[in-house]
């Protein structure tokens, strides 16, 4: 036999020995899942309170910009609106 060819197959069962070696460990220390109970929680339905919250951070624009004006004869009593 000549030994260029064993010293090459030696080189291949290194390599191929090496290469499962480091799948085995690689498979070895990944992290087991026991069961599919461990992945979700569930609890019961309850009825609560909606709340929104919008924040935000620098100037609000808005999109469309409308004047709203009225001309009044008389006496005004209550205006029941804010600016803005």
């Known amino acids: ?3 260029g060819i064993l010293k090459n ?3 291949q069962v290194g390599v191929l020995a ?3 070696i480091a799948a085995g ?3 070895w220390a990944m992290p087991k899942t026991s ?3 461990d992945r979700y929680a569930t609890a019961a339905m309850e009825r609560g309170p909606i709340t929104q919250t919008v924040s935000a951070n620098g100037t609000l ?3 469309v910009l409308v004047s709203v004006g009225s001309q009044v004869s008389g006496i005004v009593k209550a205006l ?3 600016f803005n």
């Open 35 to 37: 069961s599919s109970e």
């Open 1 to 3: 036999m000549n030994p």
């Open 9 to 11: 197959r030696k080189l």
């Open 61 to 63: 624009n808005p999109v």
């Open 80 to 82: 029941h609106a804010d």
């Open 18 to 20: 090496t290469v499962i």
């Open 25 to 27: 460990t690689a498979w």
